[in-house]
């Protein structure tokens, strides 16, 4: 045994007070402050962008900005910049350590010598000073920072002006300083505010080097104040008055013949603009004008990027902005501040730990191949504690505060590790421990319980249970676990929990792993532990009462459940396996496989089941067959599969096996109970249960997917693996399937490609597609025309036929008896688009000839498009008669007869005789009710003859716009004919919506329609008006219903009215609404008092009436009040809401089920009868949670309990208050 205690080993005492905040401007602990210091890469970053900074004598802003969060050693490292400058009085010696030390400071040492600079005088301020920064401005204080540095006065802040103007401009600040008044300095007279002024008053005209100054006189000592006053002002201290300030006081100094440079030091700056615009915009200015007048060095600091600022108050950045030279700063991490800080060893404490270390036996972890750590390599730092102790306990902590919540690991940056480590020594009595002692890992649990509030309740419990059946290793040993628990950094080996064990150098790592060993099969037994075999080394984690209890649960929710469910889910995990390339059941899908583009093929599945030898053909894609079963009855499957798609009659084409073990199926099995019965309220631990069962089962059937043997009806043997073979095998079907198969070598673009193509046959635009693309399709690309190839073969085809289906087309590539099966939708596309350009073929939509390239692309873009279309084979070909059978088609509503175009002009321009006062009034429609893009006047100009009796031009017919006119007249003339036009009724019911409910969505549905920029359908505004109808009634029966809780008989408004009124001279509704509000503050129901006024008076109820207050809306209500007034066993449940609300004020005030409670009492807006059930259950479980914690309470009354709780942390996320920042972290690898 040995006298000499841990505490004797430290620097300091491990037990001293913790420190304040670091202030950038308070050196007095600089030696301290360097031996602290832990240079970091990105500190190193820091000092060497400083170092270029100063250095630099060009225009660019020499501006940097440290981003780093807080507690990361932004402030320690700005207060060490000042230092290294040398120009801070009574540490100039220092600086050289500082170099000697560290690199960074060394480089920048170097530079600043190197520089133009003889004298960098550091400007640095703290902004976190809230008292300070609130009445005054950045400007004032840097100004008042300079002060300080030249030894000027600088309360009250006149008196700095005062001082500096006498300096600068009269040189008398020396003499003022060394004079005595009445006994007393100027510097002691200003400790006495009041006296100040009087003594300047006496004092300097008194002196001989003021003669001739301002000062001489008494007045003009107070005019120099009263001057000094007025510019030192908020509003008059501009940045351009701080500009001048730092230029005359640099070339003052300069004037001695050494070169003077200020570094600017602005620590906090985000902190300093908090939530204000205005801030920042004075932050904008004061530095814009500082880099545009005298641009000196400046280096800001702050927890929030500079430029995320700028896009929050501005709105838009600058990319090549002063304020984007952001440089990021990580910190050290807290274990790294730990060691250096609290834990630092004097030089014989170090050596004789280090002794110790030496003859200890090995007792560090061994780590999870993907954790984190970065081996410092120094353990005599770290200890009492293990080389990864400090750096593991902060990851305990971090996932501990996390809970459910998504926590940035910063959280435990700063100082809630050295605050644990401090109450090591100071509650636990680890000072008086002696030298070889080692903080083992239970005891480490007991630090955490006692001196946070982060242990949950439940894991308090299951460690007591422990505690009541086991022995003092098992309860050690559980305590460990639970820890390791937090964490994946640690595998939770049994060697782990040894070495986590270990409380001396001297312990014998053998025997305690015995007993470690003894104490895991013990708990095993007590079904207080799990262990993973699957995972070697062996790795046990601890289980709470619930997750035993649920697991049970779920082995008998699991025997109980149907196989088509089971097979269902068994689907589902084999699609997720490979998303990308398995599809829905017998769902087409078509990717580029193995050199074949476009490949079309689907997947059919037979999951614990026989494969049915009568499959159904498909004929526009391979069919692969995804078999899932036990061994036995996959070799009865697979030789029935192929003995029925053997030959040409076979309808599947790749067979793909996989055998599932009896255990699988089985864990499956609990997967799904386990999703069934898990509440979407579940714990964290029952939900990291869920994860890892998923995980599990998941990564299974992943590699039994990629490991599956694939086979073909012609192959007895195995044709390769999934996972190496799929895409081969899938690709030789298709060649072996589809022998006449056509494909694109370019990506189709159907509308831009279609108006290329019109314009290629017109002897204009370039051919689209590929050179083989062109011999596929039979095009020779000069001279522009069809003469072979696939288009040849399709026009022959259908030689002799006038117009066919889309539906027969698309039986080419999928039907039965298709020419080209497999061949994709783009490229049938692509020939129909090529026909019609090359004006072989037309395309036909409701019997109107599509012109319209554009459109015609469009049609193509899905199969139910092309199946809707027809294909014309129009062997007459008059130039320009489709365009004037389109017009014609468009004005008459039906196609001409014959193939004579001039037959046609004379039918057109009969009717447009006939018919020209209706033509001319839908004209003039038109232009009144649309658009101005939207007209016809090309199109009655071009009618015009035809009206007054002449003939019509077939050229002006068939030119652009008039085509397209004709098509717009024909969706407008139903909408303008007759004595009543539907156009006109429309917009009646149109102002009726609009006056009686303007907030309704077919109110704006109606107003869409009818808003000028297009023609709508007849049939669209038909529609729309008798959805506007059932709505108005339905409004009316919804108010029925709510009074009388029946159907209302009448069918028309004024039925439904009269049937409203006579329910409310039926019911005496006034004495409920009294009952009611006289009960439940905040409801209101002035909109069925006034109804029930009109229904009494002479005056009928009008829908007006109904529609312009809130009837409906306090009917509800109503009828909601009724079910919690109800009489209930317990009481209304209006009154045992209040009953809660009282108990909860009193105990929980600020708790979220309180405002809960609260809000449904106090209204407006009353909840539901289930919903005052569920509140009244969680008012109860809160009460009742109070009660079970009274124990665990009591316990705790000395311990620290700074943390929120479960309640306030819910309040905030769910209701956060005025000016909370929310933070969302997308970067998913990160969590």
């Not at 308070?26 to 000092?47: C, H, N, P, W």
């Not at 040894?498 to 003894?518: A, G, K």
Request: net charge negative; hydrophobic share 35%; proline share 4%.
């Amino acid at each position: 045994m040995t006298d000499t205690t841990l505490e004797s080993l430290f620097t300091r005492s491990p037990t001293r007070e913790l420190e304040e905040v670091q202030k950038v401007n308070e050196v007095g602990q600089a030696e301290r402050d360097i031996d602290e210091f832990y240079e970091t890469d990105s500190a190193r970053k820091v000092l060497t962008e400083l170092g270029e900074v100063v250095n630099s004598t060009g225009s660019q802003p020499r501006f940097r900005y440290v981003h780093a969060t807080f507690g990361s050693g932004k402030t320690h490292l700005l207060k060490l910049i000042g230092i290294a400058t040398g120009e801070i009085e009574g540490l100039e010696t220092v600086a050289p350590k500082l170099s000697s030390q560290f690199s960074g400071f060394k480089e920048f040492r170097d530079r600043l010598n190197s520089s133009h600079i003889d004298h960098l005088v550091p400007l640095f301020m703290n902004l976190l000073d809230r008292d300070k920064v609130r009445d005054s401005t950045l400007s004032l204080l840097i100004y008042e920072e300079l002060g300080n540095q030249l030894n000027y006065p600088t309360d009250p802040l006149w008196l700095l002006e005062w001082a500096w103007t006498l300096e600068i401009e009269h040189g008398l600040w020396e003499a003022v300083r060394s004079v005595e008044h009445d006994g007393r300095s100027i510097e002691e007279a200003a400790q006495d505010k009041a006296a100040l002024r009087p003594w300047l008053y006496e004092a300097l005209p008194e002196m001989d080097e003021t003669d001739g100054t301002p000062y001489a006189t008494k007045d003009g000592v107070r005019e120099s104040i009263e001057q000094a006053t007025r510019r030192i002002s908020t509003e008059a201290f501009t940045p351009d008055e701080l500009v001048e300030r730092l230029d005359r006081t640099k070339r003052y100094l300069q004037e001695s013949g050494e070169t003077y440079e200020f570094l600017i030091g602005l620590d906090e700056v985000a902190i300093y603009v908090g939530d204000q615009q205005h801030r920042y915009r004075e932050f904008l200015e004061t530095v814009d004008t500082l880099i545009a007048d005298i641009n000196p060095p400046i280096l800001g600091t702050g927890q929030w990027s500079l430029r995320d600022m700028q896009q929050d108050f501005m709105g838009e950045v600058d990319p090549e902005a002063w304020y984007t030279n952001e440089i990021p700063l990580r910190g050290a991490d807290t274990e790294i501040i730990v060691r250096k800080r609290w834990l630092r060893k004097s030089d014989s404490g170090a050596n004789t730990v280090h002794d110790l270390l030496e003859q200890a036996p090995n007792f560090e972890l061994e780590l999870a191949d993907a954790s984190e750590y970065t081996d410092v390599g120094e353990p005599v730092e770290a200890y009492p504690f293990r080389e990864h102790d400090l750096w593991l306990l902060r990851e305990v902590m971090q996932s501990l505060k996390k809970e459910d919540l998504e926590v940035d690991r910063e959280y435990v940056q700063g100082r809630a590790l050295l605050i644990l480590v401090r109450s090591l020594f100071t509650s636990f009595d680890w000072t008086q421990k002696e030298p070889g002692a080692v903080v083992a890992w239970d005891e480490i649990y007991d630090l955490i319980e006692r001196e946070t509030t982060d242990i949950p309740g439940w894991a308090k419990d299951q460690i007591q249970k422990v505690e009541n059946t086991t022995d003092e290793m098992g309860v050690s040993v559980a305590k460990v676990l639970y820890l390791l628990g937090q964490v994946d950094a640690v595998p939770t080996t049994k060697e782990n929990i040894t070495r986590l064990l270990v409380s001396s150098v001297d312990t014998d790592i053998d025997l305690l792993e015995s007993d470690v060993e003894e104490a895991l099969k013990a708990l095993m037994e007590d079904n207080f532990v799990r262990t993973d075999e699957s995972v070697q080394p062996q790795t046990y984690r601890i289980l709470s009462k619930e997750i035993v209890e649920f697991w049970d649960q779920i082995h008998r929710e699991a025997a109980g459940l149907p196989q088509h469910q089971v097979r269902y889910n068994i689907e589902d995990l084999l699609r997720e396996a490979d998303r990308g390339r398995l599809t829905a059941d017998d769902s087409l899908r078509t990717r580029n496989i193995d050199g074949i583009s476009d490949a079309p093929y689907t997947f059919r599945y037979t999951v614990l089941d026989q494969v049915d030898s009568s499959s159904e053909p498909r004929f526009d894609g391979v069919v692969a067959r995804v078999l899932a079963s036990d061994p036995d009855t996959i070799e009865e499957s697979r030789t029935r599969w192929q003995e029925a798609n053997a030959g040409d009659q076979g309808v599947e084409d790749v067979l793909i096996v996989i055998e599932l073990s009896e255990g699988l199926r089985e864990s499956i099995r609990h997967l799904i109970a386990l999703d069934k019965l898990l509440e979407p309220g579940a714990s964290a631990e029952l939900r990291i249960e869920q994860q890892q069962e998923e995980e599990t089962v998941e990564d299974e059937i992943e590699e039994l997917l990629y490991g599956a043997k694939l086979y073909t009806p012609d192959h007895n043997t195995t044709r390769g693996t999934y996972l190496s073979n799929i895409d081969s095998v899938l690709a030789d079907a298709v060649r072996e399937k589809f022998e006449n198969r056509k494909t694109l070598d370019t990506r189709l673009q159907e509308v831009d490609d279609a108006r290329t193509l019109f314009e290629f046959f017109n002897g204009n635009g370039t051919w689209p597609f590929s050179s083989d693309d062109a011999e596929m399709l039979g095009v020779k690309t000069v001279p522009r025309e069809i003469s072979d190839g696939w288009a040849e073969e399709f026009l022959n085809d259908y030689a002799g036929e006038e117009l066919v289906s889309g539906e027969t087309v698309l039986e080419e590539i999928a039907g039965r008896r298709g020419k080209y099966l497999g061949t994709p939708r783009e490229a049938l596309a692509a020939l129909l688009i090529t026909l019609a350009a090359a004006n072989k073929i037309e395309i036909r939509r409701d019997g109107v000839r599509i012109e319209d390239p554009g459109e015609i692309g469009r049609v193509m873009r899905r199969l139910s498009d092309i199946r809707d279309i027809d294909i014309g084979f129009d062997p007459v070909d008059i130039e320009g008669s489709s365009n004037l059978k389109a017009v014609y088609q468009s004005l008459r509503g039906f196609a001409p007869q014959g193939n004579d175009p001039t037959a046609w002009l004379s039918n057109l321009a009969s009717w447009a005789e006939k018919n020209s006062s209706g033509i001319r009034n839908i004209c003039a429609r038109v232009d009144l009710e649309f658009d101005e893009e939207i007209t016809l006047d090309a199109l009655r100009d071009a009618l015009e003859p035809g009206m007054a009796g002449g003939e019509l031009d077939d050229a002006v017919l068939t030119e652009s716009p008039v085509p397209t006119q004709a098509e717009w007249f024909h969706k407008a003339e139903p909408l303008f004919e007759g004595e009543e036009p539907l156009w006109d009724e429309f917009n009646s019911t149109l102002e009726t919506m609009r006056s009686l409910y303007p907030d309704a969505a077919i109110t704006y549905k109606m107003e869409d329609a009818v808003d000028g920029s297009r023609i709508p359908s007849k049939e669209s505004l038909t529609k729309l008006q008798t959805e506007a109808q059932d709505f108005r009634t339905s409004q009316i029966s919804e108010l029925y219903h709510l009074l009388t809780g029946t159907t209302p008989e009448g069918d028309s408004i004024s039925e439904l009215c009269s049937a409203v009124e006579q329910a409310l001279l039926d019911q005496d509704i006034i004495v409920e609404i009294d009952t009611v509000t006289e009960t439940i503050s905040g409801v209101n129901f002035e909109s069925l008092r006034e109804l029930d006024e009109i229904a009494a008076s002479a005056d009928d109820i009008s829908e007006s009436d109904i529609a312009s207050g809130n009837a409906v809306s306090e009917a509800s209500q109503l009828e909601e009040a009724r079910g919690l007034l109800e009489d209930q066993p317990n009481g209304p449940l209006y009154n045992q809401l209040e009953s809660r609300y009282e108990k909860l004020n009193s105990e929980h005030s600020e708790a979220f089920i309180t405002k809960q409670v609260k809000r449904a009492l106090s209204g407006p807006d009353l909840v539901t009868p289930s919903r005052a059930e569920a509140l009244v259950k969680q008012a109860d479980a809160k009460l009742q949670s109070t009660d079970d914690d009274d124990d665990d309470d009591e316990d705790d009354d000395d311990q620290d309990d700074d943390g929120p709780s479960v309640d306030e942390l819910w309040a905030d996320v769910t209701e956060p208050g005025d000016g909370t920042i929310v933070v969302i972290d997308t970067e998913e690898e990160d969590r």
